[in-house]
């Protein structure tokens, strides 16, 4: 169970890492070599207008001396304003929130879909370890899960779109959108090849720690115990094992959902996919610090959160764990 | 049995590829940025692999790009492993006041989100092999230092420990003698297992541009193949011979971490026959 003046702290040290996450990525963001004007502005045109170069500097505040700048940017991000992006004018949350959405089509699905069948696949395969069919699918599992994501998704791209012309080779819609509007099939139809590679992926993930956990579990006491009393192995499988088993899968699950957040840049770079991954590499190019500070702010409370909520939801499911229970 | 056998397989591979890198200049026909021909021949010809939209060989630049593959790959991974367990037993065995200060530190650090922050870190550092190695090392080491912290700590209380302190064996002798061996097990597992992490992480950066586009690695090959369209085009030769590379030797690095993992963990492997 949870000790009420530790999770005070927990929450304490999770504030403190967000600031110390945000005061970073500010600091390393404004001393980067380069700039907006040298990085992508002079590369378009090689004559800029000194006094459109001044008015640029001091529309986004970049005249100040940079900790008065740190100073605005913590009070504006305190009071929920996360900036204007310097390559779109526009203001950044609600930027990161359509390119958010685009990330969430293909990775909500393929999170989802991976975690539930490398779940179920990983308890068959421990609670079977040793057989043939389990070895079988552990190597398949970890030859699977040994290649990079990026080459599966470049292979998949050259076998299912180019060779057997199944899929588009990239994007999210056909260029019909234009005449016909967004058809959500047809975003489907986009979305089929980039989701079922990260599904599987992300259950040879799973599956991998889901039986280990299950190997774990059933060389514990109590399952000897249920079997010696007589329990059908049935009841030993759902009644004992697998609860146990499945703890673990708690912590994992928690943080890949908030890893969604992220976006995958390789998948989305190999599919020209729109999405969060894609608009962190574009703004890193030109040097869009907003944007990049928007985007960074976001992760960083996602996996900030992801944590603390792992823990609570560790110790609530096995009293065993005491939240903090050595100190 | 197959435990073994597939180490010494996944070991001989590995050797394959340190050699192959070590000898580069002795295989390499060409140097990996020198312009040797007509762009985008076809396998043949003195080129083994064809050559590229610029007219290097390929063959070369795979043979080149094995040395910085595996600096960045082997190199995080040693840097990583050694200031985790140095910084981990040390923690863990003397324990006090800067234990727990370090502790409080590794606890604000834990969950900044390491791949953001390695993306900003690697353009911010003029983005070469080696401020890329240490800044993935160095990241990594802080979930390093927690793994072998705990069981530092409780191998500086077993009673073979105590032992040797009571008949006044000194600090660097208890740790180097009685505590690193026994983490041994931990350590090599881990560093087997980051290694084939920080060459994939590696290869993906340098696959999506954002390091030195200069420097010639397995990762920067397939970005310029695949940016070039060597797929639609046809030219498997341009890049596959990359994307092989890579997948082999991070499958020999997994297949040798699960097993390591199997010969050190006997629970895991206790079914496996």
Same mark, same amino acid.
């Given at each position: 169970m949870i000790d009420g003046q530790y999770l005070l702290r927990r929450i304490g040290y999770s504030g403190a890492a967000f600031f110390v996450c945000v005061t970073i990525t500010f600091f390393i963001l404004h001393l980067m070599p380069g700039d907006y004007i040298t990085n992508y502005l002079l590369s378009l045109s090689n004559t800029l207008p000194k006094e459109a170069v001044e008015q640029f500097y001091q529309q986004y505040g970049l005249d100040r001396p940079l900790p008065e700048q740190y100073m605005i940017y913590i009070l504006n991000i305190l009071q929920g304003n996360w900036g204007y992006s310097y390559q779109y004018g526009l203001p950044v949350f609600p930027m990161i929130m359509e390119k958010l959405s685009w990330s969430l089509v293909i990775l909500l699905p393929a999170t989802v879909t991976g975690i539930l069948i490398g779940t179920v696949l990983g308890a068959w395969s421990g609670w079977k370890s040793g057989g043939k069919k389990d070895l079988a699918l552990f190597n398949i599992m970890i030859v699977f899960r040994a290649i990079p994501e990026f080459w599966w998704a470049i292979m998949a791209v050259w076998i299912?779109?180019?060779?057997?012309?199944?899929?588009?080779?990239?994007?999210?819609?056909?260029? +019909? %959108?234009?005449? +016909?509007?967004?058809?959500?099939?047809?975003?489907?139809?986009?979305?089929?090849?980039?989701?079922?590679? @990260?599904?599987?992926?992300?259950?040879?993930?799973?599956?991998?720690?889901?039986?280990?956990?299950?190997?774990?579990?059933?060389?514990?006491?109590?399952?000897?115990?249920?079997?010696?009393?007589?329990?059908? *192995?049935?009841?030993?499988?759902?009644?004992?094992?697998?609860?146990?088993?499945?703890?673990?899968?708690?912590? @994992?699950?928690?943080?890949?959902?908030?890893?969604?957040?992220?976006?995958?840049?390789?998948? *989305?770079? %190999?599919? +020209?996919?729109?999405?969060?991954?894609?608009?962190?590499? *574009?703004?890193? +190019?030109?040097? !869009?610090?907003?944007?990049? *500070?928007?985007?960074?702010?976001? !992760?960083?409370?996602?996996?900030?959160?992801?944590?603390?909520?792992?823990?609570?939801?560790?110790?609530?499911?096995?009293?065993?764990?005491?939240?903090?229970?050595?100190? | 049995?197959?435990?073994?056998?597939?180490?010494?397989?996944?070991?001989?591979?590995?050797?394959?590829?340190?050699?192959? &890198? &070590?000898?580069?200049?002795?295989?390499?026909?060409?140097?990996?940025?020198?312009?040797?021909?007509?762009?985008? /021949?076809?396998?043949?010809?003195?080129?083994?692999?064809?050559?590229? /939209?610029?007219?290097?060989?390929?063959?070369? /630049?795979?043979?080149?790009?094995?040395?910085?593959?595996?600096?960045?790959?082997?190199?995080?991974?040693?840097?990583?492993? &050694?200031?985790?367990?140095?910084?981990?037993?040390? $923690?863990?065995?003397?324990?006090?006041?800067?234990?727990?200060?370090?502790?409080?530190?590794?606890?604000?650090?834990?969950?900044?989100?390491?791949?953001?922050?390695?993306?900003?870190?690697?353009?911010?550092?003029?983005?070469?092999?080696? /401020?890329?190695?240490?800044?993935?090392?160095?990241?990594?080491?802080?979930?390093?230092?927690?793994?072998i912290r705990a069981p530092a700590l409780s191998l500086s209380q077993t009673p073979f420990v105590e032992g040797a302190k009571s008949i006044g064996a000194s600090d660097f002798h208890i740790i180097s003698r009685h505590i690193l061996p026994n983490l041994m097990p931990i350590v090599t597992t881990k560093f087997v297992s980051s290694s084939q992490h920080y060459l994939v992480m590696g290869v993906g950066l340098s696959f999506i541009g954002l390091w030195d586009t200069m420097t010639v690695d397995w990762g920067s090959m397939i970005q310029n193949a695949y940016a070039y369209g060597a797929l639609s085009l046809g030219l498997w030769w341009?890049?596959?011979?990359?994307?092989? &590379?890579?997948?082999?030797?991070?499958?020999?690095?997994? $297949?040798?971490?699960?097993?390591?993992?199997?010969?050190?963990?006997?629970?895991?492997?206790?079914?496996?026959?």
């Open positions: 299912f779109a180019f060779y057997l012309q199944w899929f588009p080779l990239g994007g999210f819609t056909s260029i +019909s %959108v234009l005449t +016909s509007g967004m058809d959500p099939w047809d975003v489907l139809y986009h979305a089929i090849l980039p989701i079922g590679l @990260m599904a599987s992926f992300i259950a040879a993930g799973n599956y991998y720690v889901m039986r280990n956990s299950m190997i774990a579990v059933i060389g514990e006491d109590y399952i000897t115990t249920a079997r010696a009393k007589g329990l059908d *192995e049935r009841a030993v499988l759902w009644r004992h094992a697998l609860k146990n088993a499945l703890l673990p899968m708690a912590t @994992m699950t928690t943080f890949q959902i908030a890893g969604i957040i992220m976006g995958n840049v390789f998948i *989305e770079t %190999v599919f +020209s996919w729109p999405g969060i991954g894609l608009l962190t590499t *574009e703004a890193l +190019s030109i040097r !869009d610090l907003p944007l990049l *500070e928007g985007i960074f702010l976001l !992760d960083a409370l996602m996996t900030i959160g992801a944590m603390l909520t792992a823990d609570i939801l560790a110790s609530y499911l096995d009293p065993r764990i005491r939240m903090g229970g050595h100190d | 049995m197959t435990r073994n056998i597939l180490l010494l397989l996944s070991v001989a591979i590995l050797c394959m590829y340190f050699a192959i &890198a &070590a000898c580069a200049p002795f295989i390499a026909p060409y140097t990996a940025s020198e312009i040797t021909g007509a762009p985008l /021949q076809p396998p043949g010809n003195g080129h083994l692999f064809g050559t590229n /939209q610029v007219g290097q060989d390929i063959f070369s /630049q795979l043979v080149y790009g094995a040395q910085i593959t595996l600096v960045f790959g082997f190199g995080s991974a040693l840097l990583s492993v &050694a200031i985790s367990t140095w910084a981990g037993t040390v $923690l863990g065995y003397y324990g006090g006041r800067v234990d727990e200060v370090v502790c409080r530190i590794l606890d604000v650090m834990m969950p900044i989100p390491t791949f953001p922050l390695l993306i900003v870190l690697t353009a911010f550092f003029n983005p070469g092999v080696i /401020q890329v190695s240490i800044l993935m090392g160095v990241l990594g080491s802080i979930h390093g230092i927690r793994l341009w890049i596959l011979p990359p994307g092989i &590379a890579v997948v082999g030797i991070s499958l020999a690095l997994a $297949l040798a971490g699960y097993s390591l993992e199997e010969i050190f963990n006997p629970r895991v492997g206790v079914n496996r026959i």
